[in-house]
């Protein structure tokens, strides 16, 4: 089985940052993927920010210049620094981890989910 356990969300000014972390656990062979995903009220969920294992990255129009996604390999975390946050990217933020097995099935897993909230 594998485990996606988010942290570091809470309740932030606007214009303030917050450090999104998920650290991915299994008896899995690699990791692929890391990606942060958000989802508003009444809304679909979207992609935030996605990294590759080697490095590529791809942000979201609505984030680019303010958000920072970056991995740590050994250790299968995955972050999201997060700056001059505005009241729209309040939502749920997930994570996912597209991971591989060792028998060559590669399976994509999601996080539980973690409250940002942007309020003044």
């Known amino acids: 089985q594998v485990q996606l356990v988010e942290s570091g969300g809470g309740l932030v000014q606007p214009g303030g940052s917050l450090r999104l972390s998920c650290v991915v656990s299994?008896?899995?062979?690699?990791?692929?993927?890391m990606g942060w995903y958000r989802q508003a009220p009444a809304k679909q969920r979207e992609l935030v920010a996605v990294?590759?294992?080697?490095?590529?990255?791809n942000y979201a129009d609505s984030v680019k210049g303010r958000f920072t996604i970056s991995r740590d390999n050994a250790k299968s975390t995955v972050y999201l620094q997060m700056n001059s946050l505005k009241p729209e990217d309040t939502a749920v933020y997930y994570c996912?981890?597209?991971?591989?097995?060792?028998?060559?099935?590669?399976?994509?897993?999601w996080g539980q989910g973690t409250q940002v909230t942007v309020s003044s």
């Open positions: 996912n981890a597209v991971v591989n097995w060792s028998w060559g099935s590669i399976n994509s897993y």
């Open positions: 299994g008896r899995f062979f690699s990791v692929n993927d």
């Open positions: 990294i590759t294992s080697g490095g590529s990255i």
